[in-house]
């Protein structure tokens, strides 16, 4: 077996819930996060929701964001991953947006206006 090949053997021989996460599914999962929470605003803009559960979801969208960009961490794309940690981070303390998906369109929104 070559040298490079080791990596991907021993993660190849551990059980598939412990294999480290792949990139693609994250980012998946990172962008449906962004659409339930753009749709979510959008159903509480014309009164779909009850009162507790529009506080509710931006709160619930952000920890699965920060949760994902931890996940992140630990694919072979750690600077990218920071990066989006990061950016997360400061889209939540800066303009409250829950993934920086969203803080773009809120800042786009902005701009326009």
């Known amino acids: 077996m070559a040298r490079s090949d080791a990596p991907n053997a021993a993660r190849r021989s551990l059980p598939r819930w412990l294999r480290p996460p792949r990139t693609g599914p994250l980012l998946v999962l990172v962008i449906l996060l962004s659409a339930v929470l753009i749709a979510a605003t959008e159903a509480r803009g014309i009164g779909l929701l009850a009162s507790p559960l529009p506080m509710a979801i931006p709160y619930a969208v952000a920890a699965l964001n920060l949760a994902v960009a931890v996940a992140g961490l630990w694919t ?8 989006y940690l990061i950016a997360s981070l400061a889209g939540f303390i800066l303009i409250g947006a829950t993934t920086p998906i969203t803080a773009v369109l809120t800042l786009i929104t902005v701009a326009s206006n």
């Open 76 to 83: 072979r794309h750690k600077l990218g991953w920071s990066l």
